[in-house]
């Protein structure tokens, strides 16, 4: 997983994902806090460690992402695009069952 993952500084206000944007792989969060919005209400305020991604729709190569997660706390991120992420989960049962039917995971 660590050869797909792509180090991104995010600014306080950076959008991560986009609510009805198609899905485009996963975050993971090292330093930035995010908050994670649906509907216009506080979900959750995810940080370091978390994980960002919409496994259902990266395995199904669509979708669209039902929430907004902006950057709170400015940080560093990894980002993993959905082919590559499709890929590693491919080969990496139990991690995919892990992740499983889980939208946003912590």
């Known amino acids: ?28 969060l090292e330093s930035a806090e995010v908050d994670f919005e649906q509907d216009g209400r506080l979900v959750a305020r995810l940080g370091r460690g978390a994980f960002i991604g919409e496994v259902d729709a990266i395995l199904s190569g669509g979708g669209e992402s039902p929430a907004r997660a902006v950057v709170t706390r400015a940080g560093r991120v990894f980002r993993v695009g959905a082919q590559g992420m499709a890929g590693f989960l491919a080969n990496n049962p139990r991690v995919l069952l892990a992740l499983s039917g889980t939208r946003f995971h912590e």
Request: proline letters at 4%; zero cysteines.
């Open 1 to 28: 997983l660590q050869a797909l993952l792509e180090a991104v500084e995010v600014a306080t206000g950076d959008e991560l994902v986009r609510k009805n944007d198609p899905a485009g792989g996963a975050w993971l």
